[in-house]
């Protein structure tokens, strides 16, 4: 039978119907913040848009845990030996897998947030394009978690090895961050180093930490200026991206019986073993100071 190499529709309407409780919880959480949003204010357009710019750090911490839930239930037959063969003895290219999953992955963020956001245009008044900047911010954040949280499922061939891996991704710098100091302390007491490079290798932290307070946003160029930096989170957006291009390169060199295992290629052992032996060193050590 011969292979198909375009994203098959009946596979997306699958992803849709199978893990419907999975967006459909996520749309809920949406509805509910729009609806504690809703109140009686006099400034009720102004109060929206405050309230969606301070809230960003919220939706991030959201976006970075939807992101690895969302991988590991479309990419999650991969960490299963008998489903992964079962799925691929069927007439479909691994690339189209890879796709159809990739869109059904966006399409479970941008449905719901796209709504969450037309229903705040609405609420918004003379703000009204305060909602599609923020719906424009998250996407990006989002896509750049759903890369990171894919090229994880990738690398490893269990679900708690991905998701060990994904906060480390996130952790690391702030680890290297901690061992900067301490060592800088030991050599010259009272002295903290620069500690800007490695917040920005932190992205959850960098997107949490940027925002200002609802009480300093009042005037629309405090609304544009209140969140992330865009620059800083267009390259989160292209490091998603190209994170999804590294997947879909593994994905096509893949051994099918490596799932179970807690990496999926050999040449990935010594980089793991190095990089956990240093965390539990550096726990330990801050457990015991």
């Known amino acids: 039978m011969k292979s198909r190499t375009l994203s098959c529709k009946a596979v997306l309407k699958k992803d849709i119907l199978r893990f419907a409780p999975t967006w459909g919880l996520y749309s809920a959480l949406l509805l509910f913040i729009a609806y504690l949003m809703i109140n009686e204010r006099d400034s009720i357009a102004l109060y929206n848009a405050q309230t969606l710019c301070a809230g960003s750090p919220f939706f991030s911490v959201v976006s970075f845990g939807y992101a690895i839930l969302n991988a590991q239930l479309l990419f999650g037959y991969l960490c299963d030996s008998r489903m992964c063969n079962s799925i691929h003895a069927f007439?479909?290219?691994?690339?189209?897998?890879?796709?159809?999953?990739?869109?059904?992955?966006?399409?479970?963020?941008?449905?719901?947030?796209?709504?969450?956001?037309?229903?705040?245009?609405?609420?918004?008044?003379?703000?009204?394009?305060?909602?599609?900047?923020?719906?424009?911010?998250?996407?990006?954040?989002?896509?750049?978690?759903?890369?990171?949280?894919?090229?994880?499922?990738?690398?490893?061939?269990?679900?708690?090895?991905?998701?060990?891996?994904?906060?480390?991704?996130?952790?690391?710098?702030?680890?290297?961050?901690?061992?900067?100091?301490?060592?800088?302390?030991?050599?010259?007491?009272?002295?903290?180093?620069?500690?800007?490079?490695?917040?920005?290798?932190?992205?959850?932290y960098s997107l949490c930490s940027t925002v200002e307070p609802m009480q300093y946003i009042h005037s629309r160029q405090d609304i544009l200026l209140s969140g992330p930096d865009w620059a800083y989170v267009a390259v989160l957006a292209g490091l998603g991206l190209l994170f999804l291009g590294a997947s879909l390169l593994l994905y096509r060199r893949r051994k099918l019986e490596c799932a179970g295992d807690f990496v999926a290629e050999n040449w990935e052992k010594p980089i793991f073993l190095s990089v956990y032996s240093l965390c539990a060193g550096t726990a330990l050590a801050a457990f015991i100071s």
């Open 91 to 204: 007439p479909l290219r691994r690339e189209s897998w890879f796709f159809t999953h990739v869109t059904a992955g966006l399409l479970f963020f941008l449905v719901p947030t796209g709504a969450f956001a037309l229903l705040q245009s609405l609420l918004c008044g003379e703000y009204i394009y305060v909602p599609f900047l923020w719906l424009a911010q998250h996407t990006m954040q989002y896509l750049f978690f759903f890369g990171l949280a894919a090229l994880c499922m990738f690398l490893t061939g269990n679900r708690f090895a991905s998701a060990l891996v994904y906060l480390g991704f996130n952790g690391l710098s702030m680890m290297a961050c901690w061992i900067y100091e301490s060592l800088l302390i030991s050599l010259m007491y009272g002295v903290l180093g620069d500690e800007s490079v490695f917040l920005l290798l932190c992205p959850l």
